[in-house]
């Protein structure tokens, strides 16, 4: 879970912080854009294409990297896959 790896990722020293979204649409533009205020990479964990992330790419800023973490299959995304992108594995 993104929890799991929030907190592994603490654990280790790094700065990192999550923001869920319940709601895909309408997109909550507001919330998304408010919290990107010192922000420097997204994670973006899809179970699908990353249909999602496109959205996000037209509301945050170019020089935040986006990340997807993409799955089209019935297993889940797992912190393990997380941590990896977040290390840029």
């Not at 993104?2 to 654990?11: G, K």
């Not at 923001?19 to 990479?41: Q, V």
């Amino acid at each position: 879970s993104m929890e799991s790896s929030v907190n592994q990722l603490r654990a280790s020293g790094e700065k990192v912080s999550a923001l869920t979204i319940y709601s895909l649409w309408p997109i909550p533009e507001k919330k998304i854009k408010e919290s990107l205020s010192g922000i420097k990479r997204i994670i973006i964990p899809e179970m699908n294409h990353g249909q999602y992330r496109h959205e996000i790419e037209r509301l945050v800023n170019r020089d935040i990297e986006l990340i997807g973490v993409n799955r089209v299959d019935t297993i889940l995304i797992t912190p393990e896959e997380i941590m990896r992108a977040f290390h840029g594995n």
